[in-house]
């Protein structure tokens, strides 16, 4: 007679718990890159275990994930953040953005294999289903198509690099759409087609050029948003 295994009573407890966490991954994940969650606010587990209708642990779950993309900072003491933005650090954020996204996209064109390529074709499908629709979907839609070129360069440590860099660059791209808003430059959509047909005929050195022209464009717009004064826009009626 052969005995039958036991049951788990936990497993539907931690399936849900873990479908619990990932869904409120997601949604403080999407609040902290378009700035609903502003960088320096503190996030409380109670409360947001409140906010959420669930216990702590699925909160925590989250939370974690999120340290680990670079989103939220846990101090010392235990209390929890949403990632500030050091402004000392930016020219250090745009050099390592620029060399990752070359390294990445040129490696993409030598190692990409068909999948891989389909996979970037489709994100760029996406990327243009996205234009004209609101901004948001069009910055996330244009992470993604990065991203995946970043997957067919097939180093995982690059590709993990190049993410967290990814997410931080679209806070900055949402601080300048709340401010000044924001605009693709029509030779930034074309490049996206050029990057698709560099990659596609492996021609490494020319999307790596695509690539850094790319970083650069988005330096270019970020230093301007800095460097933008709102004053100079208003009338003031000195009468």
């Known amino acids: 007679m052969t005995e039958s295994a036991p049951q788990n009573g936990n497993q539907p407890e931690k399936r849900v718990r873990g479908e619990r966490g990932l869904q409120i991954y997601q949604n ?5 890159l378009t ?17 959420y209708n669930t216990s702590r642990s699925p909160v925590r779950e989250a939370l974690i994930r999120l340290s680990g993309e670079g989103l939220v900072l846990t101090l010392p003491n235990r209390s929890t953040l949403v990632a500030p933005f050091d402004l000392l650090l930016i020219p250090k954020y745009l050099d390592a953005l620029s060399l990752l996204q070359r390294t990445t996209h040129y490696l993409a064109a030598i190692q990409r294999n068909t999948g ?6 489709k994100a760029q499908s ?28 097939c180093n995982p440590y690059f590709t993990t690099a190049y993410k967290r860099l990814l997410n931080e660059g679209m806070r900055m791209h949402h601080m300048h759409l709340e401010y000044i ?10 490049e996206h087609q050029e990057l698709i047909d560099a990659i596609e005929g492996k021609d490494a050195l020319r999307a790596e050029k695509l690539a850094q022209s790319h970083a650069e464009k988005f330096d270019h717009r970020f230093i301007r948003f800095l460097s933008q004064k709102l ?3 208003i009338q003031i009626n000195t009468h």
């Not at 700035?35 to 906010?51: C, F, H, N, Q």
């Not at 996205?130 to 948001?136: I, K, P, R, V, W």
């Open 28 to 32: 403080l994940r999407r609040e902290i």
């Open 35 to 51: 700035l609903a969650l502003r960088p320096g606010k503190p996030l409380d587990e109670t409360k947001l275990a409140s906010k």
């Open 116 to 121: 891989q390529l389909e996979e970037i074709k």
């Open 126 to 153: 996406h990327f243009l289903e996205t234009l004209g629709q609101n901004d948001t979907s069009t910055i996330e839609a244009n992470m993604e198509f990065h991203l995946s070129i970043s997957v067919a360069s």
């Open 181 to 190: 808003g924001w605009e693709l430059e029509e030779k930034e959509i074309s």
């Open 231 to 233: 004053s100079e826009h």
